[in-house]
């Protein structure tokens, strides 16, 4: 399986010279539905856990106790293979039914939801990247390090899961954990990841216009000066801000990525310090609950374009194939102290 982000439809530096120097490379990981096994960098597959360490668990307080609790994640699996094969039908047959009886049944007991679990919870598999598929994890993890896993607690800490990253050399790990513990619930089934196959690609991207000089925000509000250098290029639709043709087309790359430059919406740009040293941080990973959308739709790889992606269920969002959502549809990301990996990482909600 490969990827590939079709050209931008411009060079932005040969318009705006001053964004040369802030060019960053990203590897954009193209989760896409797949059966990894330990061996692979995968989204919601299985972990190259050693046999011999404590498997994660969250014991902290989680938002919304006594609300109830979601289904347990073998459940939610459940609830998916029945949507899948609801979907199937639907395509063969418009006309219906769609749904056996057994399937409703099944699916209105599961979704009555459990209760809320006790003691501390089981921690879910979210993402493992090997550095061989994402060579920038040697520089911005430990020395030694090429695997990077990230777990979460799938309840609210406060809006969004309780996130663990973890650091380790695969060579060092000979016995792996084979059954690996999970939740008895979830508070949302959007946080459980369906498990993906990752197809990285690099590409370049430049920062949101809000991490920009005052100058150069206002030279990419001059519609002129578009218009001039880029022609048609540009969408007429962007004349009153143009500024937003470069944030949706040519800046920060969509979905999930390593690397890069930070995305923004929720918020202004905060600052990210190492809690323990102040060094600036720089972005690890994010986490997206699309992978592209409407406005950043040019940033679809040509072979989803071409169709060759399998279907997403009815009611799923857009480029959606991970099935993780976060706080309405922002992403979760992680930054890392450059001086120290070993420092606590920071993540936020944007």
Known sequence: MSRTTPPRPFDVTALFPRLAPLARTATRLHPRPGSPSVHDSSVGGPLLWPADEPWPHCDEPHEGHGAGAGPSPAQVRLLRRHRAAMEDRRRRDPEGPWATPEELATDDRLQAGRPWPEGPTAMLPVAQLYARDVPQLRTLGPPRADLLQVLWCPFDHPAAPRPGLFWRSAAEVTDVLGAPPEPS?????????????????????????LELSRELREQLGDWTRWQAAAGSAVDSSYEAAPEEFYLNHLSVAPGWKVGGWSSWGLTDPVPRRCPRCDTEMDPLLTIASTEWDGAGGSWAPIEDRAGDTPPLPQGNPPANFTRVVLAGGYGMQFHICPACPDHPYVDLIQ
């Open 185 to 209: 619930a979830i508070q949302f089934s959007d946080y459980l990841p369906d498990p993906c196959l990752c197809a990285p690609e690099q590409v370049a991207e430049y920062p949101n216009p």
